[in-house]
């Protein structure tokens, strides 16, 4: 009786994530409009009655595909890297890697997500709420593993950390109208010179 109950947990969970990843898929590819429930269904291949069975209402399951997106890409994203002993170098590879997660699908995804809150969706607004701490969550927490003890501990390394990740996200922004390669963008040395500032001050 016990390995069928886990049997059936397994294929629940399998539809669950499948569900999610289509979700996460079509939000980042085609758009909130795009993001209906049927499409989903569609895209997932599974019932309309597994689908809301899973997920109850558009609202839940599109914040859960974000929510998911952020653990599965994110951690994948930074996963076995190997992070340099040197200070300085340190430094440019914890921005280039923040720089990098912060073009990840979940990041897209979200923003579909806030322009469908702002202008229709109130229920949508009230769940983003706890995506956006969830986001925000993740990414300092990623932010303080990258730069390492010798960063986080200096006074002014909180408020840092906010100015780059939220100029970072700006950032990622203003390429929807003006796209150049993310790998030589010149912000880039903008926000290493601010860590080590914090390191000289």
């Not at 927490?141 to 408020?159: C, I, K, M, N, S």
């Not at 100029?167 to 390429?175: D, P, V």
Request: charged share 25%; net charge neutral.
């Amino acid at each position: 009786m016990r390995r069928v109950e886990r049997r059936q947990q397994d294929r629940a969970a399998q539809t669950r994530d499948v569900i999610l990843e289509a979700a996460a898929k079509v939000l980042f590819e085609e758009g909130y409009s795009a993001a209906t429930t049927l499409h989903i269904q569609q895209v997932a291949g599974v019932s309309r009655g597994r689908l809301l069975h899973h997920f109850p209402s558009r609202e839940v399951l599109l914040t859960a595909a974000v929510h998911h997106l952020a653990d599965v890409r994110i951690a994948e994203l930074t996963a076995g890297v190997t992070i340099p002993v040197d200070l300085g170098d340190r430094i440019r590879f914890a921005v280039a890697a923040m720089w990098e997660i912060t073009g990840q699908s979940c990041f897209w995804a979200t923003m579909e997500l806030w322009m469908g809150a702002r202008t229709a969706n109130p229920e949508l607004r009230e769940a983003l709420s706890g995506v956006e701490r969830k986001m925000l969550g993740i990414l300092r927490d990623r932010a303080d593993e990258l730069f390492g003890e010798r960063v986080t501990a200096q006074p002014d390394y909180h408020r840092t950390r906010e100015v780059m990740i939220t100029s970072m996200r700006g950032a990622r922004l203003a390429y929807t109208f003006h796209p150049r390669d993310p790998e030589t963008d010149p912000a880039l040395g903008h926000w290493e010179a601010m860590f080590e500032a914090i390191l000289s001050g």
